[in-house]
């Protein structure tokens, strides 16, 4: 993995971030650079590592998963195998290690009922180097934070990776582009069914989220027509996001930290979108709790930090509360385990 970026490889890496599947004509347009650059670039980035391309399920969509943020206390000197004993189950998200090295925030996706309780009633409790531990329900995830790019795009190039008009008719034979929309037959809604060849096309785009349709259809046993009309209407209805995993330091990002926000239940939804479109926003859910707003800060440092604290949130006449609690490590992002050369772990 590298240790370092420079500016165009920056760049291009901030396209996948906000538009993981984009060809690479489209990152060259985006940029306004050779697509042979981006090709010479961005392949190498993915081959090593530095870059890795996944698909995250939306829980209103798949509707048998229970949504929770976890805070976990934990014995200090223990803290990093419960850490990657977390990392290792199917069912997390993200974790990180937080504050003084004692607690560890998850997000999981819970399989249902039954799993949610395994977890919360038998298996942390019958954890010894864990102390104590908080769950929290997320009632609603604000999709634009997760278009994060580390302020490393324009407006007018976000604009130019927002989904385009839908094509008509396209030949079976024809070529596929990993970014170009086709028109769908049944549209995939929270209230829709989620079929097997749904399930089964989401868990092939998660462990290669670069694949072409053609090999997506291939591992869910449909055409690439099939694999192309499914895959684009349940990214276009949010069923699932496709996403690119980096270590943010390669992107200039050295202080993170998880805001634990109050807010007065009138003025959640309107503090949550102006909070998630901010480009230092990665991550704003409603969640259940004390605080009713968690939300994910990536700064440059901890100046740049402290004046998100002060003139962005200062700035919100609604909130009534807020816990700052720095992330100390990344164990896993976006389902993906994370190895890290700027990682402890």
Known sequence: MRHSLDETDRRITAVLLASPRASWRTVAACLGISERTVVRRAAPLFQDGTLRATAVRSPAHFTGLVPMALRVRC???????????LARRQDTVWVDVMGGGDEICTIVFLAGPDARNALLLRDLPATAAVDSWTAHSLMRVHPASLRWTAGLLTPEQLALLSPGPVTTAVREAAPV??????PVDTPVTAGTPVTAVDDALVEALAADGRATYGELGHRAGVSALTARRRLDALVRDGAVRPATEVDLALLGVHAEALLWITVTPGGL????????????VRFAAATTGPANLLVAVAAADLDALYAFLTTTVGALERITGIETVPILSTVKRTGIIRRSPHSAW
Do not use: K, N
């Open 75 to 85: 014995r200090p000197q223990r803290i990093r195998a419960v850490a990657a004993t």
């Open 177 to 182: 582009p990993a970014d170009t929309p086709v």
């Open 269 to 280: 939804e309107e503090t949550a979108r102006a909070l998630s479109d901010h480009p230092q």
